[in-house]
């Protein structure tokens, strides 16, 4: 019987579970531990008819016909969800790679990474499940991607969001050079603009124009002569070799480099700020962005992601998520109102400096608790069936709550689809919002930020609402998921100390 896994951590891990619970299992053999529960199943019956009185007639066959039932229902219990019978090993793990072929992305598999080789053998042990385990396990993973195949598939727009906000300018002397281009080139040539006032054209127009003069590659100072076409590098670039007739007058350096007019400096294929502004880009991400914004061409989409990395805030660490203004729209009733809403807005603005890395944080940490759940109550399984005497009860509750963990999967994979898809909606193709910005509505209304509050929550609320369902059903589930919230505070926490340390630097600059 093959056993599917749905990540590396909950491979290895299903293995270590079940090579723990072998041993107790073991254990509880060699000590004689697992006869126990059938004397208390004796004991409990006779207690039970004896205090029933003594008008039900022969109390001494109703008894044994009533221990003799709950003795064979023990023996059922512990051949099939006690005894360790099907062999698991790294052999019949699977990584299951079901999602991605759906989706047409690929995943390693482990046996193209260090893992097989890592923990192929743990000590050379192996071990092995009890049957109606490896058959639940089977039935769950099935269920789980049948439900997780059900969900249309799509980019996540939300990690790309992340990405590309979390795309620095690594090399300080690409950095300085934007610095050197914003002061000689995009200065100047904006101050020109204003002295010049030139027509912006009809009024439909001049918006957009305003937002293409509001970042150092304007299309516009490119484009209209006695802009970047007049001004120049005030130093030496050594990837423009001198030139006496551009560069008359200007001293010539050792080294050969010369003084290229701003539209070179930006423009010019391979060497240019432009060209090696994106090659800070991860080529995947682009990829990604290339293939969502298909209403747009290439040329647009690089231009919007290189506007988000020339931007000053990426020039710098600590300040992510800097850009988080929101727009108090609609009349309101009173001063007081407009007041109270403007305020409650500037501190959703600000708290998402910490909430949102802190949120990116637990969505990480998220599979991994679970990975560990799982293995803890893979381990737990033997312990629980001799507390709980071997009753059949036990065992289904058991059942539906080891069931329960393993659909969670299909809990974090639906939140993560909504979270994507409702920023598609809102800024994809025909959407209201949709002039392409890679930070995908991160400039936008304030309501945005509420509701991105709100889909970072999700990624727990849904399986504890999951969880909490199953008592509708009788099944008291109790504090199942509890490790979720626990397990993620401390990263959610530390997730969030970055934004803080962004509010405090903001606060003194203040």
Same mark, same amino acid.
């Given at each position: ?323 988080? &203004? ?141 969880? &909490? ?42």
């Amino acid at each position: 019987m093959t056993l599917m896994t749905n990540d590396y951590l909950e491979y290895y891990l299903t293995l270590v579970g079940w090579l723990i619970n072998n041993g107790i299992w073991n254990m509880i053999s060699d000590t004689g531990i697992y006869a126990v529960p059938f004397c208390v199943i004796i004991v409990k019956e006779w207690l039970k008819v004896r205090g029933e009185g003594a008008d039900e007639g022969n109390k001494g066959v109703l008894s044994l016909a009533r221990i003799e039932t709950s003795i064979y229902v023990g023996y059922v219990v512990v051949a099939l969800a006690g005894i360790p019978a099907v062999n698991v090993s790294f052999g019949t793990l699977q990584f299951d790679q079901s999602r991605a072929e759906q989706c047409q992305y690929k995943l390693p598999s482990p046996s193209e990474t260090g893992w097989e080789t890592s923990f192929s053998s743990l000590n050379g042990k192996s071990a092995q499940v009890p049957i109606w385990w490896a058959f639940m396990h089977s039935l769950s993973k099935g269920f789980t991607s049948g439900a997780v195949a059900a969900i249309p598939c799509g980019l996540d727009l939300r990690q790309m969001r992340m990405e590309v906000n979390n795309t620095k300018v690594k090399n300080p002397l690409l950095a300085q050079e934007v610095g050197d281009f914003a002061h000689y080139c995009y200065g100047p040539s904006r101050a020109r603009f204003f002295m010049r006032q030139p027509d912006l054209g009809s009024a439909a127009d001049a918006p957009e124009t305003l937002h293409d003069l509001s970042w150092i590659g304007s299309k516009y100072f490119l484009n209209t002569p006695g802009y970047y076409d007049t001004d120049y590098s005030k130093t030496p670039r050594t990837s423009w070799p001198y030139d006496a007739i551009r560069d008359a007058g200007l001293p010539e350096v050792t080294g050969g480099g010369g003084y290229p007019n701003c539209k070179q400096w930006w423009s010019d294929s391979g060497i240019g700020l432009r060209d090696r502004l994106l090659a800070q880009v991860d080529p995947d991400l682009m990829t990604n962005m290339l293939k969502w914004a298909n209403w747009l061409s290439s040329d647009e989409v690089e231009e919007s992601v290189i506007r988000q990395v020339a931007a000053p805030r990426q020039q710098m660490g600590g300040a992510v998520y800097s850009d988080y &203004g929101g727009q108090v729209g609609g009349q309101q009733n009173s001063l007081g109102n407009g007041a109270s809403r403007a305020a409650g807005y500037v501190g959703i603005a600000l708290g998402t400096i910490a909430y949102f890395p802190a949120m990116d944080m637990v969505r990480q940490a998220l599979p991994m608790v679970m990975a560990f759940l799982k293995m803890a109550m893979v381990i737990c399984m033997p312990l629980v069936l001799i507390v709980g005497a071997y009753q059949l009860q036990v065992a289904m509750t058991m059942t539906v709550l080891f069931f329960a963990l393993i659909f969670v999967d299909f809990w974090f994979q639906l939140a993560r689809w909504i979270d994507s898809t409702i920023l598609d909606a809102l800024y994809g193709s025909g959407s209201p919002y949709q002039n392409f910005n890679p930070t995908l509505g991160l400039d936008n209304a304030a309501q945005d930020l509420v509701l991105n509050y709100v889909m970072g929550a999700m990624f727990i609320i849904l399986p504890m609402f999951w969880v &909490g369902a199953l008592g509708w059903a009788g099944i008291s589930a109790g504090s199942l998921l509890d490790g979720l919230a626990k397990g993620t505070k401390d990263v959610q926490t530390q997730g969030s100390r970055g934004g803080d340390i962004a509010i405090d630097v903001a606060k003194k600059s203040i």
